[in-house]
């Protein structure tokens, strides 16, 4: 049986492989906000999303601050990391996140 985890990415414009390596190892439904334009989270985090991925290098520290708030909040995870997948996966793997 295969467990749906999902995820919120927050930051970045492009993703590149990452959502193909996130799948991998698992983690099955995958939402992108880019923090561009028309893309504010409007105080919300969807109800179904296990942890979020916060990518430090690729957003601004406004919205860093009101993702990491609305989380802590909900006490969903949260995984500040390089938009890289070596930096994701090493985040994840030294995170409390158990993904079965």
Same mark, same amino acid.
């Given at each position: 049986m295969k467990y749906k985890i999902s995820v919120i990415i927050v930051g970045g414009d492009h993703l590149g492989s990452i959502p193909r390596e996130l799948d991998k190892i698992g983690i099955t439904e995958i939402q992108h906000l880019t923090g561009r334009g028309g893309q504010k989270m409007r105080g919300k985090i969807p109800e179904n999303v296990d942890f979020i991925i916060l990518l430090y290098d690729f957003v601004n520290h406004n919205l860093a601050y009101k $993702? /990491? %708030?609305?989380? $802590?909040? %909900? /006490?969903i995870p949260i995984i500040y990391a390089k938009r890289s997948w070596s930096s994701i996966y090493q985040k994840i793997k030294d995170s409390r996140i158990t993904i079965p």
């Amino acid at each position: 049986m295969k467990y749906k985890i999902s995820v919120i990415i927050v930051g970045g414009d492009h993703l590149g492989s990452i959502p193909r390596e996130l799948d991998k190892i698992g983690i099955t439904e995958i939402q992108h906000l880019t923090g561009r334009g028309g893309q504010k989270m409007r105080g919300k985090i969807p109800e179904n999303v296990d942890f979020i991925i916060l990518l430090y290098d690729f957003v601004n520290h406004n919205l860093a601050y009101k $993702v /990491k %708030r609305l989380a $802590v909040n %909900r /006490k969903i995870p949260i995984i500040y990391a390089k938009r890289s997948w070596s930096s994701i996966y090493q985040k994840i793997k030294d995170s409390r996140i158990t993904i079965p």
